[in-house]
């Protein structure tokens, strides 16, 4: 098969040379980069698009929230302690700086293009100066029942700035006293309450489009107010005008001082949680009708630098985009994906245990549906055999109780129900803790996991006696016991029986009981530092078979790849001659490609309508890949510092046959395959759009997955147009 053709027009420019290393927050910015380009992909709905930027600009703001605070922090403070690619802090800010503002800049004219693409559908985001008089008389109500007391406040340096949340937005305004004996000029703001709607649904004004759809028309919620601004100034003319958005640096802060030694990680999380909201002000978005007096102002109280003060000349807020993706439009949407239930499940008349009992199970979610799990947990919150159920949460959902009001359930049936659940888990602190409550109160065992870690292994035991002797019956997983992300992300979840697995699992739940680090595992391996040994070992192996002679191949598909340790064996392997092939959606440190340093190894990102989720790890055992004598593991740990040395997670091997084809033949196949949503990173740092070669069959494997989302069965079909050596 002819390599595929690489599109690099549209790619990042090139940095100088490639290094040993990739910066890991550059590679996190190309990665958003790739989302981005997805607004552009005119193969996706219009409504699609406009997510994909929504999704860009939320992946920015988290961003800035979170890494840029500490960048900045390291490079006021002079720190001269270089990066592993060799930048300054200084360096790398001035990097980052450069790289955010164009591609705020590529937002804002992605935007344009798309508003204008939205309009010519009948979705219109009008301006109230272009408003009719029926229309303007209908807002002004409106804006009464949803502003009705707005409370200006006037600024100088004197005086305080009232607290502005994160992600808030506030009018500013310079206006001139019309009256005698006041000021002649004053300063003022309008904090914009952040419960009210961004957008502001018009009536139907009876249009219809030439699809025959009722056209659509919103107002943003900072322009009505805007608009009404006169109101609120009595005795002052308005004389500019100008809305601004403010973000904070949103890290928890849970360094430990002194005489917090003998307070509870909830209470610390707790107490950290109150000191969040009035976290530094980190960047500060404008319209390019701010007057200067005011920006200056405003820099200079907030403590924003100026490097980091944007005019968004359209749009600000781009990740609320994602509010004008209206329901009623399927036409401009995805078409609508339901996730089959598993087949192995229907065949034992929705007998979890026995199906799982009968052979191992492999679900691929979001092709195969999230009910499953909900549904093996209430059968054991309802069967008189099940006496014990143990499961750990990191994220879950808001609305969908589901795992939640499984573990209340079973609770109530008196039985022995403990949830370990880490309230550490970024921006779900809150919600996790209110879980925790609940679930207390109603009879669960709650545990908060350890000070210094987090617990992020996907892990389920329940206990069921039968015939006089207690089975373990395990789920294992990618992803979080989260029934909505379930559906867009895709993970994997493994339901096991296997005596081996089980004694694993129950060693694992004992040590977070007694906040103990999991150790004496035979099966699994677990972090801290066991994945990695793991995984090192494996590669040592493939080194060895590649120097006797033997095929010795690597395959691993991950979220992020940026634990040097892992780099450079991977590296050593490359120039053993091992053949290493790369899955990496996101941040990837290491560099491809390079003679004499990683020739060998080839790094693809696959972005499309699913989130790339799952973690797979292959090693060919002198055999090379793929083959039936591999050895195949799936774990909830990426190759990160943070997942390897600071969190509690767990890697499991693959033992059975149909399973290990499933993963491996199928799915690791396809997504190598993959020429339709994929991109290749290049020895120079860029992101280069993978395409079909000439006369090579086009190949989209979610398209693949979501036409066959039962796995058992199909790999000989895949394979047999698969080539024999895997290209993109």
């Not at 593991?633 to 890697?651: H, T």
């Amino acid at each position: 098969m002819r390599p595929a053709v690489m599109n690099v027009d549209a790619a990042p420019s090139p940095k100088s040379k490639p290094q040993r290393y990739m910066n890991r927050e550059l590679s996190w910015l190309d990665f958003n980069g790739r989302v981005l380009q997805e607004a552009e992909n005119m193969k996706h709905p219009l409504l699609e698009r406009l997510r994909f930027l929504s999704i860009s600009g939320s992946n920015l703001d988290e961003f800035y929230m979170i890494r840029l605070g500490e960048i900045h922090e390291h490079a006021l403070e002079g720190d001269d302690e270089r990066t592993p690619d060799g930048m300054a802090p200084s360096e790398l800010l001035e990097k980052v700086s450069a790289t955010v503002t164009a591609m705020l800049e590529r937002q804002q004219s992605l935007w344009v293009r798309l508003r204008d693409e939205l309009a010519a559908a009948g979705i219109r985001v009008e301006e109230c100066d272009a408003l009719g008089a029926a229309d303007l008389a209908w807002l002004e109500t409106r804006f009464t029942e949803l502003f009705p007391e707005p409370k200006p406040i006037a600024v100088d340096n004197e005086h305080d700035l009232p607290f502005i949340p994160n992600k808030g937005f506030v009018l500013g305004v310079e206006c001139q006293s019309v009256g005698a004996g006041a000021p002649e000029r004053m300063q003022a703001i309008l904090p914009i309450p952040q419960d009210l709607p961004r957008f502001v649904a018009l009536p139907d004004n009876g249009r219809k489009t030439a699809t025959g759809h009722a056209e659509t028309r919103f107002i943003r919620i900072e322009d009505a107010v805007s608009h009404f601004a006169d109101r609120y100034f009595p005795g002052f003319k308005i004389l500019s005008r100008g809305v601004f958005r403010l973000l904070r640096d949103s890290d928890l802060d849970l360094e430990e001082k002194a005489e917090d030694a003998l307070l509870t990680i909830k209470k610390r999380v707790e107490d950290a949680l109150k000191r969040r909201p009035e976290g530094p002000y980190i960047r500060l978005d404008m319209e390019p009708t701010v007057p200067p007096s005011l920006k200056d102002f405003m820099l200079r109280r907030l403590g924003v630098a100026p490097g980091h003060a944007f005019v968004k000349r359209e749009f600000m807020g781009i990740a609320d985009l994602s509010k004008l993706i209206v329901s009623d439009r399927a036409d401009l949407l995805f078409p609508r994906y339901e996730g089959r239930f598993p087949e192995r499940v229907r065949e034992h008349q929705g007998d979890c245990f026995a199906a799982i009992k009968a052979k191992d199970m492999l679900v691929h979610h979001p092709y195969e549906t999230f009910d499953v799990v909900l549904q093996f947990l209430r059968q054991a919150a309802t069967d008189p055999a099940v006496d014990v159920i143990k499961w750990t949460l990191y994220r879950t959902s808001k609305t969908e109780r589901g795992v939640v009001q499984a573990l209340i359930d079973a609770a109530r049936a008196k039985k022995e129900v403990t949830a370990f659940i880490e309230i550490k888990a970024r921006f779900d602190e809150e919600l996790n803790l209110r879980l925790a409550e609940e679930m207390q109160a109603a009879g669960v065992r709650v545990e908060y996991g350890f000070d210094e870690l987090k617990t992020h292994a996907k892990l389920g035991l329940i206990g069921r006696w039968e015939g006089g002797k207690r089975v373990i019956y395990c789920h294992l997983g990618t992803g979080n016991y989260h029934p909505q992300t379930a559906k867009i992300y895709t993970d994997l979840s493994l339901f096991t029986a296997d005596e081996s697995i089980g004694r694993d699992v129950a060693k694992v739940f004992n040590a977070l009981y007694d906040r103990r680090i999991p150790a004496g595992l035979t099966t699994l391996a677990n972090s801290p530092h066991g994945i990695r040994a793991r995984i090192m070992q494996h590669i040592d192996e493939e080194i060895i078979h590649a120097r006797e002679g033997r095929p010795a191949a690597v395959w691993m598909k991950m979220n992020a790849l940026v634990d040097l340790a892992v780099i450079d064996k991977l590296y050593e392997a490359s120039n053993a001659g091992v053949e290493v092939k790369l899955i990496v959606r996101g941040m990837c440190s290491l560099v491809p490609g390079v003679k004499g340093q990683s020739e060998n190894i080839t790094v693809k990102s696959v972005i499309g309508r699913f989130l790339e989720h799952s973690r797979i790890y292959c090693f060919g055992d002198g055999h090379g890949l793929p083959s039936d004598k591999a050895c195949v593991y799936f774990s909830s740990a990426d190759m990160m510092q943070r997942n390897l040395d600071r969190r509690v997670e767990v890697m499991a091997p693959i033992l059975n046959e149909t399973v290990h084809d499933q993963v491996l033949e199928q799915i690791m196949v396809a997504m190598l395959k993959d020429n339709e949503q994929s991109w290749m990173l290049t020895p120079d740092g860029r992101s280069a759009r993978i395409s079909p070669a000439p006369g090579e069959e086009p190949f989209n494997a979610h398209h693949y997955f979501m036409s066959n989302p039962s796995l058992s069965g199909r790999g000989a079909a895949l394979k047999s147009s698969a080539p024999p050596e895997l290209h993109w």
